[in-house]
């Protein structure tokens, strides 16, 4: 990720959000060509950037760059899909979670219902790492499912991802943070989390 450029990292409470209109998942998610013209634009957003974010299940297609980022992105959002929301801002807000660990979820924002991919977010655990052992899924009592590899399970971080750093903007990087906290208080009502913008160029 050296080619990346980290613009904050700002610890935050979570406030409780009240509901976003939303299209049910499975609305969207059956819609194939919706998906793949998704999934290409996530393949466009994200190029050749590497990085360590998530732990990728063994579904995945051999001979597949899993430290590309697009590919651990899609890991993600190409298993459980979530509801499709109309943001506070106006964007459309795309969802889905790790097959077996919703814990680790990723989010796309395109103009009102468009495809084109404006920014990118993802909830991880600061897993992934290879000097960590790795193990099947384990939750401990009251605890979201999680793989090994990850050193804190308490305070999740939130990377919201722009192509460029004049890309960044307040009102997406507002809807990033209020998707999350949703998404982390309907799994675990965590009080604190790190928020991470990065850059690629």
Request: glycine content about 10%; proline content about 5%.
């Amino acid at each position: 990720m050296a080619s990346m450029k980290r613009m904050a990292l700002i610890p935050m409470l979570f406030l409780v959000l009240g509901p976003a209109a939303a299209q049910h998942a499975t609305v969207w998610y059956n819609d194939r060509a919706l998906r793949q013209q998704l999934d290409t634009s996530v393949t466009s957003f994200f190029g050749s950037e590497k990085g360590q974010f998530v732990v990728l299940r063994g579904h995945h297609v051999p001979g597949v760059d899993r430290g590309l980022l697009a590919t651990q992105f899609l890991g993600v959002f190409d298993g459980v899909p979530q509801d499709r929301e109309a943001t506070g801002h106006g964007y459309t807000l795309y969802g889905g979670c790790q097959p077996h660990n919703c814990a680790v979820t990723a989010a796309v924002l395109t103009t009102p219902n468009g495809t084109v991919i404006d920014a990118a977010a993802l909830i991880h655990w600061r897993c992934g790492r290879p000097d960590l052992p790795m193990d099947s899924p384990q939750a401990a009592k009251g605890e979201p499912f999680r793989v090994g590899g990850c050193d804190d399970l308490q305070h999740p971080t939130v990377t919201m991802f722009f192509a460029r750093r004049a890309a960044v903007d307040e009102q997406k990087v507002q809807d990033l943070k209020d998707w999350a906290a949703k998404r982390l208080s309907d799994i675990g009502g965590y009080r604190k989390t790190r928020y991470v913008t990065v850059a690629f160029k």
